[in-house]
């Protein structure tokens, strides 16, 4: 839980954990799904995509309000990464990550960097969150990679684990009360040198569902 009164994160200083401003980059599946849940628990959020026009339709149909990446970077409280991974450099730069933009703002990276279809990973050494946290200065947790953003909208029967690593005290805290309030139970494993490790989970994962075999039933 988030302390009443939270210490500078970067630039930013958050007030309270009741009403975040949190930026997403992307306007998929994940984007959608997490705009919806976020803005339902009372946060602000804002959607930023590559393509202008998906951003304000992603944005009307959620309620949210639409950006360039740039913007939504400016004075975010807590920023995700929703975007295919081929497109994190590009993002990275249209946010201004280059520049700066990202330097100590709690990025939440929920990208894959695999191969959908065998599930090997696709970098050859290192994550894509690593390679975010080099790229921008941000202080990164991975994160909600491992579920579909669909599920996020279903009824559970009991909470789903998010399991997360990062550097960073204070943006693992707020990937904590981000990932309550989606209806998770945040599980943290340890520090950003882990991201790899979680992203080939993922890959284990898809494996798992192309044979048909449902992951929960493989992992005790």
């Excluded at 990208?111 to 690593?130: C, F, I, K, Q, W």
């Excluded at 279903?154 to 309550?180: F, H, N, S, Y």
């Amino acid at each position: 839980m988030v302390p009443p009164s939270f210490p500078p994160i970067g630039r930013n200083r958050l007030p309270n954990v009741v009403g975040m401003k949190i930026s997403i980059l992307g306007t998929g599946n994940m984007a959608s799904a997490l705009a919806q849940v976020w803005i339902a628990a009372g946060h602000t959020v804002t959607v930023a995509g590559r393509s202008a026009d998906k951003t304000a339709e992603l944005a009307r149909q959620v309620g949210a309000t639409a950006a360039s990446p740039g913007q939504a970077a400016a004075g975010a409280d807590a920023v995700v990464m929703a975007v295919s991974w081929d497109g994190v450099p590009d993002m990275i730069e249209l946010a201004g990550g280059s520049q700066g933009a990202l330097r100590g703002v709690p990025v939440i990276d929920c990208t894959n960097p695999l191969d959908y279809g065998t599930g090997v990973h696709r970098m050859a050494t290192g994550s894509t969150a690593e390679l975010i946290a080099e790229k921008s200065g941000a202080d990164v947790v991975k994160a909600l990679h491992l579920y579909a953003g669909q599920m996020w909208l279903t009824k559970q029967e009991k909470p789903r684990v998010v399991t997360m690593c990062g550097d960073d005290e204070a943006a693992l805290e707020i990937a904590d009360r981000l990932v309550t309030d989606l209806g998770g139970t945040p599980a943290t494993i340890g520090g950003l040198s882990r991201a790899r490790q979680l992203e080939e989970t993922a890959g284990v994962v898809f494996s798992l569902y192309s044979q048909g075999i449902a992951p929960a039933t493989a992992m005790p």
